[in-house]
């Protein structure tokens, strides 16, 4: 019977070896449409990111397209986007009218930044007040 040692290193670095991840790829922009006399909203997404931050879903641009033809189911509304990654259909329901929009995402500085970005850039300044970026508690 052959013997076996036992003092190798069997850590879980040691037994599943990553290789070397490339360079964070910057951030990108995608530009959802909006009908006529409807400003574009320029969402800008960070580079890579394990939490999917990097990409604009399709529910996304299908719920702030069905929030653009029914802006009575948020007008004076207070809204919550959970999850929101860059934040489409909530600043789409602040445009149209909401009285407080809550975009919230996971407790990451680039992913929370990156929000606040996509409000600044997309909210006119008199009426970014209403909308608040904040992560989602542990």
């Known amino acids: 019977m052959e013997e076996h040692d036992d003092d190798g290193d069997l850590s879980l670095g040691a037994v599943f070896i990553e290789p070397p991840r490339p360079p964070t790829p910057n951030a990108t922009l995608s530009t959802y449409s909006r009908g006529p006399g409807q400003p ?36 004076n509304k207070s809204v919550l ?23 919230t995402d996971y407790p990451d500085a680039a992913l929370i930044g990156n929000l606040a970005y996509n409000v600044q850039q997309n909210i006119q300044e008199e009426q970014r007040w209403k909308v608040t970026t904040q992560v989602i508690s542990q």
Do not use: C, K, T
């Open 40 to 75: 574009d909203v320029s969402i800008r997404l960070v580079g890579s990111h394990p939490l999917w931050g990097h990409y604009l879903w399709n529910a996304a641009i299908a719920f702030a397209s069905y929030l653009d033809s029914h802006d009575e189911l948020i007008s």
């Open 81 to 103: 986007e959970l999850g929101a990654g860059g934040g489409l259909p909530g600043i789409v329901a602040a445009q149209n009218g909401a009285m407080n929009v809550v975009l």
